[in-house]
């Protein structure tokens, strides 16, 4: 609760800097205040909504439902690879075997040699460039920066003490 000091009519200026004075004190008394609202969530009462058991056993049988599917794609495969279900290609020359392409290889390769070339032109690039450092946008950015405090101080202090002298005005006409 504050409390307001009686002037005397005459005084403006006495009373303009007392009220000043007061507002100051409000200020710093509502910088410390503490806020009693509790922004925290609810705590979870149920346990459906904390442990999310249906959507873990759908998630489950899922999981199990691809790993029947992998096993059974495994078997299939050993089994044409093992030779059971497996035709060679030329049944006239059995003795023929088709020549093994590494195409991972022969990619992997050229994908190596391409990026080798990049990084020589790069390392090039970089030999030859030289650093440069320019001061004066530096202290143009300074400066600037200077510019807008200088003008957001002045902007503050102008609408605060217009604020004040607007109610100081209205509370002498009365």
């Not at 705590?43 to 489950?60: A, G, T, V, W, Y």
């Not at 990049?118 to 460039?129: A, F, K, Q």
Request: hydrophobic fraction near 25%; aromatic fraction near 6%.
């Amino acid at each position: 609760m504050s409390v307001t000091h009686r002037t005397p009519r005459g005084s403006v200026l006495v009373s303009d800097k007392l009220r000043e004075e007061q507002y100051r004190r409000h200020l710093e008394r509502l910088e410390g205040v503490k806020s009693q609202l509790d922004n925290r969530p609810p705590p979870i009462q149920h346990s459906l909504l904390m442990h999310r058991r249906k959507f873990i056993q759908n998630q489950d049988s899922r999981f199990a439902r691809i790993h029947r599917e992998n096993q059974a794609l495994e078997k299939r495969l050993e089994k044409i690879y093992s030779g059971k279900e497996f035709k060679p290609i030329n049944t006239f020359n059995i003795s023929y075997s088709t020549p093994r392409i590494n195409h991972k290889h022969e990619t992997r390769q050229r994908q190596y040699s391409k990026t080798h070339a990049e990084n020589i032109l790069l390392e090039e690039r970089l030999w030859n460039t030289r650093s440069h450092f320019s001061t004066d946008e530096w202290e143009k950015d300074f400066k600037r920066h200077q510019r807008i405090l200088l003008l957001r101080a002045s902007l503050s202090d102008k609408s605060h003490s217009s604020a004040l002298t607007s109610r100081n005005t209205s509370r002498c006409r009365e």
